[in-house]
């Protein structure tokens, strides 16, 4: 429940602090005073954006400040995912800068305003004049059954399930049309793989073919100098071994008397042996080289259709075609296998409906098994509250199709006088009609929420006389399970409840300020008397005021 409110700087309001209590609580106060800005300063807790114009002095910052007991509510996990330090008496505090900027605590943990709103949906439930026009739109009418057939696990887990699907759904559209348009590029593909898979490429295979092309085109020039070089070295006529073999012989001659004359000749020697090798190596070498037009030619055209493959392919080598080869390999390979990930996915997403349907069927068994006894709840407090030919029905639709909300489409229906015939909400129903419709409505509703706060924003208006009287009551019966706030014109409303607040304002340093206090059994009296006569306030206001308090 809400303990206390704090606000600074907030419209009319300079600055007032205010405690709250269990049970009906009414707060009253003339036109204008600013019973409405206190709701809008609390609306800032629960996440509500706000901007510069809030702020009563434009150089100072706006501060309100909430304290909640929660110690009856569950929610230590939310606060532990979050992050944030758990305390029964929940402070929550909403700051506006006057350069424009909002932060937002919770016991002085910074939070977002999601996470705000998220807290504030668990704490608090404003309800002003203007809802009630929400009671035309389908989707409220849809989350009303679904609160008093206490649907939310369920409604989560068809929300999770829900988006599940559609993902899969998502998923298998883009996994078609990548198929659809690969299977377009399939046969071009294929015609690249094959040309290069008939090139037979092998890497490293350029450089050895063109290597050899050029030993190709210069084969008789290589034969000829090759034997040339054996023959000058060792041939038959006059050479380099023959001259070598005859300066050994001549340094044998000095051995027996020139002692130096024998390294020489093993330097000689050692050269000798040496040319000899190479003589030998030339002459097998140029007896291998073969002048071969064929295979030439082959060589040629090889690495003409190399080079024509790396231009045509943009490239510039092989192991880039081969490269470019596997890549070709890969996008066959997936563009073939789209049928099987196709039928693994559409099974996917069967299997995701068949949930969805058995939750959402589920759904559609609670709402429709709480329809008649919803139906004759709101009848009841109908009559209660003055609309004794009241006819309320709801009509319930099973969609073809999911939706965010299930396979259900429901429609309020309402006839406040006989004979009529009972029509859509927003068709028939007057302001005073819809108000006390709503009323009744979030009177059963409030059985079914864990709320503990509610707080009605002149949700009375339109009614009056012994009509008030019955909707204070109704109101009345509701704080008997959570904390009920009532902003409200009404005195008959305003006997009824257990506190009350009056919201005031008066004139300080020339500003018009808002405050708000906590008023006495005398001044209780006096404030219903004066609603009950004006300002003027009689003798006969004052008795019937002490008779609406007893």
Not at 77 to 95: C, G, H, K, P, Q
Not at 116 to 124: E, P
Not at 314 to 336: A, F, G, N, P
Request: one cysteine or more.
């Amino acid at each position: 429940m809400l303990v206390s409110l704090s606000v600074q700087n907030y419209a009319l309001i300079k600055h007032l602090e205010i405690g709250f209590k269990p049970g009906f609580s009414i707060i009253t106060g003339e036109t204008g005073a600013g019973k409405s800005i206190l709701v809008g300063a609390l609306s800032l807790l629960l996440g509500q954006r706000a901007d510069t114009s809030v702020l009563k002095n434009k150089n100072q910052k706006c501060i309100v400040e909430g304290v909640f007991d929660i110690k009856d509510l569950d929610l230590r996990s939310f606060y532990e995912s979050l992050d944030i330090d758990y305390d029964n008496n929940t402070i929550v505090r909403r700051e506006i800068i006057p350069g424009g900027k909002s932060r937002a605590f919770i016991n002085d943990t910074p939070v977002n305003l999601n996470q705000l709103r998220d807290l504030g949906l668990k704490l608090v439930d404003i309800h002003s004049q203007h809802e009630n026009l929400n009671l035309g739109n389908h989707l409220f009418q849809l989350m009303i059954i679904d609160t008093v057939a206490h649907n939310r696990n369920l409604f989560d887990q068809y929300k999770e399930l829900y988006s599940n699907y559609l993902s899969k759904q998502d998923e298998l559209a883009d996994l078609t049309e990548k198929a659809r348009q690969a299977r377009a590029d399939l046969d071009y593909y294929s015609f690249q793989h094959q040309q290069l898979e008939e090139a037979k490429l092998q890497q490293g295979e350029l450089d050895e073919i063109e290597s050899e092309a050029n030993t190709l085109n210069h084969a008789e020039e290589i034969k000829f100098n090759l034997l040339k070089v054996a023959d000058l070295i060792s041939g038959d006529g006059t050479s380099v071994l023959g001259l070598m073999k005859d300066a050994i012989d001549a340094l044998d001659k000095l051995s027996g008397f020139f002692p130096q004359s024998k390294e020489l000749r093993d330097r000689i020697e050692s050269v000798y042996i040496e040319l000899k090798d190479i003589s030998g190596e030339a002459e097998i070498q140029g007896e291998k080289v073969e002048i071969d037009p064929g295979r030439l030619q082959f060589i040629q055209e090889r690495i003409d259709q190399l080079y024509n493959l790396m231009h045509k392919h943009d490239l510039q080598s092989v192991d880039e075609l081969i490269k470019l080869k596997e890549e070709l390999s890969q996008k066959i390979s997936t563009i073939t296998s789209y049928d099987d990930m196709i039928g693994k996915l559409t099974a996917q997403v069967e299997e995701q409906r068949q949930k969805l349907n058995d939750i959402a069927s589920k759904l559609s068994d609670k709402r429709l098994e709480v329809i008649p006894e919803l139906e004759g709840k709101v009848i009841d407090l109908l009559k209660q509250v003055g609309i004794p030919n009241a006819r309320f029905s709801i009509v319930h639709k099973k969609l073809g199709n999911f939706t965010l909300q299930g396979k259900d489409h429901v429609e309020f229906l309402f006839s406040a006088n006989k004979k009529a015939d009972l029509q859509e909400i927003s068709k028939v129903a007057s302001g005073g009609e819809l108000s006390r419709l709503m009323l009744s409505i979030k009177s059963l509703v409030s059985d079914s929420l864990d709320l503990p706060t509610i707080i009605f924003d002149e949700v009375d208006a339109g009614v009056s006389g012994e009509i008030a009287e019955k909707v204070g009551m109704i109101m009345k019966s509701m704080s008997a399970g959570l904390q009920v706030i009532n902003i409200t014109h009404l005195p008959q409303v305003t006997a009824r409840g257990d506190y009350h607040y009056l919201v005031y304002k008066y004139d300080q340093d020339e500003a018009t300020v808002t405050n708000i206090k906590l008023l006495n059994a005398e001044e209780r009296v006096i404030e219903l008397a004066k609603m009950l006569s004006g300002e003027e306030v009689t003798d006969a206001a004052i008795s019937h005021a002490k008779q609406l308090l007893n």
